[in-house]
């Protein structure tokens, strides 16, 4: 660019080349630059003839190159450069002090980019909208600033752009400051002549006019455009003049540029054609505008003529047709719409007969406030549907609902631009009315017609206030109305309770009209939720190892049925009954989730999601394990097929039980006229004898030939399972073919014969669901199954050692290794409890290994004190409470693992810790040898005790294994022969062994009766324990007398090792070891001995005081009080014995004697005190059955089992009571 300022002598010419060169050399090009001229220093190395000696040649040719390349060819602008360009630009503007311009340009381009990627983003969304819609997309144009082609347009306002002048910086101060509440004026002609007239004198000011470059022609600087001089400096352009460039092809070739340019921007034959409609549009409505003046103009003539110059006034068929204009939210002079939407009524001189229709036109603007708040809430809800980012975010029942609503709105104002066009046509005296019009011209006709058409929507606008969904008029729209978390649900129900309220009020207006309307937006509303329950049972709930993200959840419906519990895993037994849960249900456990989040099901889904989820669980369950569940039965998600309406036209039938394809949603609505119900008529149903014919082929294919003809009518309904359909009696749809019309719309739409229909059509598939996973889960496993019933049988062999002959091996060898020295450790180590039990049962296998009843891999006992710390604590305890350590854990393989939840393994482990010490107290009493004299009177006496202690554990055994354990299981396994699905096998599982439990005493409330047990062992033990002393067989004597010559032969070796001269640190620290172990030997044995003794003093001293309080003061309760001070005595006298006593033969056995007779009578007071512990749980249970029988709620069954508990418990006080226990 040419200088401005400043002198132009030779020197400074001078200079400025310098300055030039040295600039050159380092200002900094953009990439896109440095790669084109390397490319050009290549071609002209490889195509310059070689002898040109000089160094101007070379540049004169490589200038004439890049001036071609110039000319002839284009290249894509390159983001950096016009960034570079950009920013250069407004730098320089800054330099010149206009920092307005400087700004403007860089939050231009900025915003540019952020607008470009908007519009496509704006664009995209509302091309989905319409798809969504149905409508053709291939009409709706595309933006035409792209992220991607902003530098070209950038570049081309560059080149077409000029210097900045007055104007282009007051647009960047109106720019800069549009929401500053000073903003920049615009200027008049006047004021914006000044201001360049001092703009003009700052410049001459500061740069005067010197040189000879402002004598030259002005056409360069007029010519010049600030492209050029934003990308050219001016040390640039006088390197090219220094070069040998010419000014004149400089311009020539600037003009040919822009020809070239004027030649592309010719329009095109399209752009052609669509100007030339824009053009012939402008024309048509200018025309028409002057059409519409002159008839003004004319009928303003006549009503001056025809009144003599007097004042037309208006009438009452005006005021019709402004209050249409309102309703149809045209503008309108009698009234006013206000920015919240509110329509008012305004007083104007020209109408006066407003005076005497002041209630009519409120009316009409009350009801068209209302009309534009649904048409506020259908454009909320469009937009909201536009601008939704995934699933969650939509409301799909509430954007039916909204089409429908809209519908409304579309034939309301097609009646009423009816209405307005016969009014039109009527008040034109050349053309006469064909038509009645003069009949609308009142205000009351009005509003009766008004009332009649728009008499749903006046109904649905106080639901949406209601709900939430619209607002007062004084509110502000834009807060939130009602959260996204639970519209559709509250949309939905409140609709069906509209309709219910119209269906029973007979003296609604219009009511066949409003019951056809509501029926139709209450059914556009359910689609979306019953699709969601389709796609449910279609898909099924998920039982992968990882759930993290279900894409299933994704549909907000199914979030509000459904629960999910994502941290429980799958191969939790309690996964099935609390992996996944119906929204709405355990209010207690859930309270504060429910409060919170508002998540539930819609009414009319309430009555089936249980049978929903149910069937959901199967399908993915089934589906983990490789099996198809549905197959060719899939459930309709066209709900109009479900209702079994079709439109009158249509004689197509479809079968009962496969799945249809689904219409289109407008099949129903193009039905409904608008003026009435449309002729609608019921879908054919099958017949009861053809449904089980179909449902029986589906179930049990295997028979499905015998099934067909005559043999289907001739089978019994037995070999169904219980559906709707099997009891054509009970539903209302079989006698609908001889009923005089069919069901109504609105009719199947209502609770609760929507339930029903539903029922009816999810019934046989959860039917086909349960049977196939019961299938699986029951067949053997030689058929691929997972044989319920083989593990069932093996736990009761296992935990109610129901197997006798394995089970006593095991025990018994178990038995005799727990009664060897230190069996408290070796005998219940886990590798021993395992082996012991895996030689016991080889030993009694079969040949054939497949009839094995239980497999040794699957079972795994424990003590659950494997740690080193219970080390200590384990030593001080009983054989008999180290038996209750024994645990034992069958590993059920996936899924039956759902039907073995926790509570019942947690009954099975204790019933088999019962039996186990009941058993070990029985193979005690049994294993004692009459080793003594029995005519001497103690023996007499001991073996009358021992009778009496194995009487009593042997009745109590029979009681619990016999009475109760055998036959609970018997019922166990036929119950769950005949279940038909998983939650009904749990369900019989826990109240199986719940009542297993209640009738061994095992519960929290049975404390007393289960200690009472308990005693019973321990004192079975003692009794031989006491009698394994007195006759020397004792294994504390052995124990005692192994140590004693294990000490002997230890003091010999070391004797020997001092002799040959062995260290003494290490003999020193061998005899530390040996003495320590010694004494934890012998420790261990006296704990033993006074545990076992403190546990029969305790089970003595409880019974004498829990019967000494329980008597009335008989003589029998004084006398087993002398009984009990007389055994203090005994044992006080016991205890005071010297060791010179205990050594004479006289003096151990009348401690014998004592000792037995102490048991004797602690053993007569247990079973006193479980016959009155028996009768009070037998007269608590009376108390409690007594009670429920006065409920009528109550079934019959619950009595049952009372009966039944009070029965068996009669029968152990009746056997505890056969004896006097004085035999």
């Known amino acids: 660019m040419a200088p401005v300022a400043g002198p132009s002598t030779g020197s400074s010419t001078e200079h400025a080349a310098k300055t030039t060169a040295a600039r050159v050399g380092s200002r900094s090009r953009t990439n896109k630059h440095i790669d084109q001229e390397r490319i050009l220093d290549l071609l002209l190395g490889a195509f310059l003839d070689e002898t040109t000696p000089s160094t101007s040649a070379r540049a004169a040719q490589k200038a004439r190159a890049t001036r071609v390349i110039d000319k002839d060819s284009w290249s894509p602008p390159d983001d950096d450069e016009v960034s570079a360009a950009l920013q250069g630009l407004s730098l320089k503007h800054s330099i010149h002090l206009d920092y307005e311009l400087a700004t403007a340009i860089q939050r231009c381009h900025s915003q540019l980019l952020m607008s470009c990627e908007r519009s496509i983003r704006l664009s995209d969304q509302a091309r989905e909208a319409e798809k969504r819609r149905g409508r053709n997309v291939s009409n709706m144009p595309a933006p035409l600033l792209r992220p991607d082609n902003v530098s070209h347009a950038i570049r081309l306002l560059l080149r077409l752009s000029k210097p900045a002048d007055v104007t282009a910086r007051t647009a960047a101060n109106l720019m800069l400051n549009a929401t500053h509440s000073s903003r920049a004026q615009y200027l008049t002609p006047e004021q914006r002549k000044q201001a360049e007239r001092r703009e003009w004198l700052n410049i001459l000011v500061d740069e005067p006019l010197e040189g000879d470059v402002w004598d030259d022609d002005g056409q360069d600087q007029n010519g010049s455009d600030l492209s050029d001089w934003s990308l050219d400096s001016d040390d640039e352009r006088k390197r090219r003049v220094e070069q040998g460039y010419d000014s004149d092809k400089e311009l020539r070739k600037r003009r040919d540029r822009l020809t070239a340019i004027s030649t592309s921007l010719q329009p095109s034959a399209s752009s052609k054609h669509d100007f030339r409609q824009r053009d012939q549009w402008s024309l048509n409505r200018r025309t028409r505008l002057e059409a519409l003046d002159r008839a003004k103009e004319d009928s303003v003539r006549d009503s001056t003529v025809h009144s003599a110059g007097a004042t037309r006034k208006h009438t009452e068929a005006d005021v019709v047709r402004e209050s249409l204009a309102a309703l149809m939210e045209f503008p309108s002079v009698l009234f006013t719409r206000q920015p919240s939407g509110q329509v008012a009524m305004t007083s104007d001189e020209q109408f006066p007969v407003i005076r005497i229709l002041m209630k009519q036109i409120a009316s009409i603007a009350a009801i068209a406030t209302t009309l534009a708040s649904l048409q506020r809430f259908v454009a909320t809800t469009i937009s909201q549907s536009i601008h939704a980012v995934d699933a969650l975010t939509r409301t799909p029942a509430v954007e039916a609902f909204a089409e429908q609503v809209q519908a409304l ?239 009158a036209t249509s004689s197509s039938t479809s079968d009962l039980l496969p799945s249809h394809a689904e219409p289109g949603e407008d099949g129903l609505q193009s039905a409904l006229g608008t003026q009435g119900v449309a002729t609608l008529i019921e879908a054919p149903r099958t017949t009861p004898d053809k449904a089980k014919a179909n449902l029986r082929q589906l179930l049990f294919a295997h028979n499905a030939r015998s099934c067909v003809g005559d043999e289907a009518e001739e089978q019994s309904d037995d070999d169904l399972p219980q559906t709707p359909l099997s009891r054509p009696d009970t539903d209302l749809h079989w006698n609908s073919e001889s009923a005089d019309h069919p069901l109504r719309l609105s009719q199947k739409l209502l609770e609760p014969m929507l339930g029903r229909y539903l029922r009816e059509h999810l019934s046989p598939i959860s039917a086909i669901v349960r049977k196939r996973l019961t299938e699986v889960l029951s067949s053997a496993v030689t058929e691929g199954g997972y044989a319920l019933q083989s593990h069932l049988e093996a736990c009761h062999g296992l935990f109610f050692m129901q197997r006798g002959a394995e089970m006593t091996s095991w025990l018994d060898s178990l038995f005799f290794d727990l009664d060897r020295r230190n069996g408290t450790v070796r005998a219940l180590n886990h590798y021993r409890l395992n082996s012991g039990f895996g030689d016991a049962l080889e030993a009694h296998r079969s040949i054939d290994a497949a009839a094995a009843w239980i497999d040794v891999n699957l079972v795994r006992l424990h003590t659950g004190d494997d740690d080193s710390e219970s080390a200590a604590a384990i030593r001080q305890r009983t054989r008999l409470r180290r038996l209750a350590d024994v645990q034992v854990k069958y590993e059920v393989p996936w899924p039956l693992t759902f039907v073995f939840p926790q509570s019942c393994m947690r009954v099975y482990q204790s019933i088999f810790t019962l039996l186990l010490q009941a058993r070990y107290a029985q193979w005690k009493l049994s294993s004692t040898l009459k080793l003594a004299k029995p005519e001497t009177m103690h023996m007499r006496k001991f073996w009358s005790l021992r009778r009496q202690a194995q009487w009593l554990v042997r009745t109590l055994i029979g009681y619990i294994q016999g009475e109760v354990v055998l036959e609970g299981a018997r019922l166990l396994d036929s119950a769950m022969e005949g279940t038909d699905s998983i939650d009904s096998s749990i369900q019989i599982h826990i109240e199986a062994l719940a009542r297993i439990e209640m009738l061994c005493f095992d519960r929290v409330e049975q404390a007393k009766v289960k200690e009472l047990f308990s005693a019973v062992w321990r004192i079975g033990t003692e009794v031989v324990h006491n009698y394994e002393r007195f006759i020397g067989t004792s294994n504390s004597e052995e124990d005692r007398l192994a140590r004693r010559k294990r000490r002997e032969r230890r003091k010999k070796r070391r004797d020997k090792a001092k002799r040959d001269g062995a260290p003494l640190g290490a003999i020193a620290e061998e005899e530390a070891e040996e003495e320590e172990e010694e004494e934890e030997e012998e420790e261990e044995d006296d704990d033993e001995q006074n545990h076992a003794r403190k546990d029969i003093d305790r089970d003595d001293d409880d019974v004498g005081r829990l019967y000494a309080t329980s008597g009335n003061g008989d003589p029998t309760t004084v006398g087993q009080t002398e009984g009990l001070d007389t055994t203090s005595i005994d044992a006080s006298m016991s205890g005071d014995i010297s060791a010179s006593w205990v050594e004479s033969d006289v003096n151990r056995r009348e401690r014998f004697r004592i000792e037995c007779e102490r048991q004797r009578r602690t053993l007569d007071r ?46 152990l006080l009746d056997a505890l009571a056969w004896s006097d226990m004085r035999y």
């Open 409 to 647: 709105l579309e034939r309301l104002r097609t009646s009423l631009s009816n209405m307005d066009s016969d009014i039109g046509n009527a008040s034109i005296s050349a053309q006469p009315a064909a038509i009645r019009s003069d009949r609308y011209t009142t205000m009351t006709q009005l509003l009766e017609f008004v009332q009649r058409e728009a008499a749903t929507v006046l109904l649905l606008a106080p639901l949406l206030k209601e709900i939430g969904f619209i607002s007062d008029s004084d509110v502000d729209v834009a807060t939130p109305i009602l959260p996204r978390a639970f519209s559709d649900r509250a949309l939905i129900d409140g609709l069906q309770a509209l309709l219910a309220f119209a269906h029973q009020q007979d003296e609604v207006l219009h009511r066949d009209i409003v019951l056809a309307d509501l029926s139709t937006c209450l059914l556009a509303a359910c689609r979306p939720a019953w699709r969601s329950v389709c796609l449910l049972l279609q898909r099924g709930l998920s039982f992968a190892i990882r759930r993290d993200h279900d894409a299933l959840f994704d549909d907000r419906l199914v979030q509000h049925m459904i629960r999910h519990d994502a941290s429980m895993s799958t191969s939790d037994s309690a996964f099935w009954t609390s992996g996944y849960l119906v929204n709405g249900t355990n209010a207690d456990a859930m309270a504060d989730v429910d409060l919170d989040r508002g998540y539930s099901s819609p009414a009319f889904l309430q009555s089936i999601m249980r049978d929903v989820l149910t069937t959901a669980k199967g399908v993915g369950l089934l589906r983990s394990l490789g099996i198809d569940a549905l197959g060719e039965v899939q459930p309709s998600p066209n709900l109009d097929h479900v209702l079994g309406m079709q439109v």
């Open 1166 to 1211: 247990l079973v006193e005190e479980l016959k009155v512990s028996v009768d009070d749980q037998i007269g608590r249970i009376a108390a409690r059955t007594a009670a429920q029988a006065q409920d009528a709620t109550q079934a019959d069954r619950v009595l049952q089992e009372h009966d039944y508990a009070r029965a068996k418990w009669q029968g």
